[in-house]
């Protein structure tokens, strides 16, 4: 009954900035993990970033000081802030939620692409 969706992705120049949301139901961001991660074309699922059950954040090396994790725990809102965005920006972006003691559980994906 757990469920995640993510939502946001969309077209944007070189340059541009996205913000992704990522609504939960069934279970909270609060007291649990969770993270986003991006796939692009022909490769595999990697991690961006994360907050702990403690609310703690962090990302990845690779988008350090362009992409920045927020929770709105009041909304029940996982937020993916993306600064200029580059071409190689461009892929699938998942959002997870790991509910403790319980098991992860992934959205569909939304679609980043980044083009002038």
């Known amino acids: 009954q757990v469920q995640v969706a993510e939502s946001g992705g969309g077209l944007v120049q070189p340059g541009g900035s996205l913000r992704l949301s990522c609504a939960a139901s069934?279970?909270?961001?609060?007291?649990?993990?969770a993270g986003w991660y991006r796939q692009r074309p022909g490769k595999m699922r990697v991690s961006l970033a994360g907050v702990t059950s403690h609310g703690t954040t962090s990302v990845d090396r690779s988008v350090k000081g362009r992409f920045s994790i927020s929770v709105d725990y009041a909304s029940n809102t996982m937020y993916l802030q993306m600064d200029n965005l580059k071409p190689d920006d461009t892929a699938v972006y998942y959002c997870?939620?790991?509910?403790?003691?319980?098991?992860?559980?992934w959205g569909q994906g939304t679609q980043v692409t980044v083009s002038s």
């Open positions: 997870q939620l790991y509910v403790i003691e319980v098991g992860d559980y």
């Open positions: 069934g279970s909270t961001f609060s007291g649990n993990a």
